[in-house]
């Protein structure tokens, strides 16, 4: 047609589609597998404090069985044991997996108060991310120093790092990224444990004797 362009007018960009929300199993997944490397960290000597261990149980046996209502509020029992001060400094980043209590302040002291709510939620969404990045990272690192082999988490931290070389979140940074690091860890790290109980002491060979007359 006389007069018609070469190449059809260039489209105004879009904003990205929001992700669909993510099933509760891998948003608890996202918690639950972090928490268990902490709980395997040095700091503990080797048995994490049943106060600890017990509530993580309890989020592990919910997570189980499907009831995603009680593993929550297990993890969140946890994260409250994490703050509290009688135990050693988690470091960075699973300090994050303890519980913030910040000071009370204004609304307008928000640096998001201003934005949109898309907006609020777009940056909250990226922080999350970021902090997951953080925590596979960090996950990586101390496999290896336990001599545990990291070949198969390679192409998923590749992955995840892409999913977040742009301004938003790609889909793929949880489906095939930080994700399958997760289920790699609950699938091949084995759950903390306790202090090994002792098993109560044998009565004097005397009281026994005395106790059988």
């Keep these: 047609m006389p007069g018609a362009?070469?190449?059809?007018?260039?489209?105004?960009?879009?904003?990205p589609t929001?992700?669909?929300?993510?099933?509760?199993?891998?948003?608890l997944l996202r918690r639950?597998?972090?928490?268990?490397v902490a709980l395997h960290l040095d700091l503990w000597k080797g048995a994490p404090h049943p106060d600890l261990l017990v509530p993580f149980e309890?989020?592990?046996?919910?997570?189980?069985?499907?009831?995603?209502?009680?593993?929550?509020?297990?993890?969140?029992?946890l994260s409250v044991r994490f703050h509290e001060p009688r135990?050693?400094?988690?470091?960075?980043?699973?300090?994050?997996?303890?519980?913030?209590?910040?000071a009370p302040?204004?609304?307008?002291?928000?640096?998001?108060?201003?934005?949109?709510?898309?907006e609020r939620a777009a940056r909250k969404a990226r922080r999350e991310a970021e902090l997951q990045l953080a925590l596979a990272r960090a996950t990586l690192d101390w496999l290896k120093s336990k001599g545990h082999s990291t070949d198969a988490?390679?192409?998923?931290?590749?992955t995840a790092e892409a999913g977040l070389s742009g301004d938003g979140v790609d889909p793929t940074f949880y489906s095939e990224g930080v994700d399958r690091i997760w289920q790699y860890v609950r699938a091949e790290l084995p759950p903390p444990k306790?202090?090994?109980?002792?098993?109560?002491?044998?009565?004097?060979?005397?009281e026994a004797d005395a106790g059988a007359g």
């Design 5 to 15: 362009p070469n190449k059809p007018p260039e489209r105004s960009p879009t904003a």
């Design 32 to 36: 639950l597998a972090p928490a268990r």
């Design 194 to 206: 306790g202090a090994a109980t002792r098993a109560p002491a044998a009565p004097p060979a005397a």
């Design 87 to 102: 135990w050693p400094t988690l470091p960075e980043p699973f300090r994050s997996l303890r519980v913030a209590i910040p």
């Design 58 to 77: 309890r989020a592990e046996a919910a997570f189980e069985r499907g009831d995603w209502v009680a593993a929550e509020s297990a993890l969140d029992q």
């Design 18 to 27: 929001p992700p669909a929300p993510d099933e509760p199993r891998a948003r």
């Design 153 to 158: 988490l390679t192409g998923p931290i590749a």
């Design 105 to 118: 302040q204004p609304p307008s002291w928000d640096p998001d108060h201003a934005l949109s709510p898309e």
